[in-house]
């Protein structure tokens, strides 16, 4: 019995210490493997991102200018958030694994059907890594991707890649639509560097006021808005001026929700041809004025008010129409608290 129990424990040591010998293969395969190499240890010299998929959809992430800002598609700015998440998901890349053919060659099928291609420049006319992601594994742990290099040509196999400290796949952060990589950001003063701010109520035009701040302490509110004359013609001295400044702070940073608004030809002709709810202007030390159109939107279900009132419009968001004639989904929390009446900011008996 004493000798059966002796070989018995003999050979778990032997098992576990063939499992550590095959790990530490695996692992210096995998490290010394030049197709498993896909981080990129510098991001801050990658220069250009180029994203394909098999639909033939495609969306080109470039830095530009003396800032070396990203750009999409060489027409807007691009979010800073989703540039900087690509860029870490470079730079922490790592492979977990490899598959049993069986697996490989199923996922090699699923790759060439549904499958991303992205194109890395650091640089360069040729991409420096070229990425092949395919789908999640079963545990929505690892994300099953391909690499090709100028060096080692394109890997025969893919593995199963992660980021170290984070649980889920990859597959989300290649996204492709331009309208989801474009900054969201409209007004835009982090200085105040602006000398004038414009609230304008398209439909009951004494609710408007205007703003004039030449910084610091130094501002005055304007009303009786003429809209025929397009300009203000009484001054009002008895106003909240704490009210006032927490207006014009906001207007540090006001950011839309999307411009991917998935609105309807029809629907856009039919606002296009109606008068905007309101109307915000501002006007910045260089004398251009950035305006908003703000409209009502329609609710899409059954909505009710603080009141118990149920409303006809939406009392999440509103539409917004910008100077160039796109429109984006604009949240009431951001932009309400911008379309306060002239009344609210006058101190009582004003």
Known sequence: MKKNLILLIALALLAVVAWYLIRIKDSSTLTDNPFTQFAIEDTASITKIFITDLNGNSVLLERQGPNKLWKVNGKHDARKDATDLILDTFKRVRVRGGMNKAMRDNMMKIMSTAGKKIEIYQGGDEPSKIYY??????????????????????SPEPYITHLEGFTGFLNPR??????????????NYPALDFKEVRILDNYNPANSF??????GNDISLQSGFNPGLDLFTAQENNFDSLKVKDLLLQFKKVHFESYNTMLRYEAIDSMNKVVPAYT???????????????????????????????SPWDLDYYWAKTESGEYALAQRFVFAPMLQPLSFYLRQGS
């Not at 992601?133 to 394109?154: C, N, R």
């Not at 290649?174 to 007004?187: H, L, P, Q, S």
């Open 133 to 154: 992601v395919g789908t999640a594994t079963s545990d929505h742990q690892g994300t099953i991707m391909l690499l090709e290099t100028p060096e080692d040509g394109k």
């Open 174 to 187: 290649f996204f492709i639509d331009e309208m989801e990589w474009r900054f969201t950001g409209y007004f």
């Open 210 to 215: 205007a703003i004039k701040y030449l910084g």
């Open 280 to 310: 915000i202007a501002v006007t910045g030390h260089d004398g251009r004025i950035k305006s908003l159109d703000v409209f009502l939107k329609r609710a899409a279900r059954r909505q009710f008010d603080d009141a118990g009132v149920e």
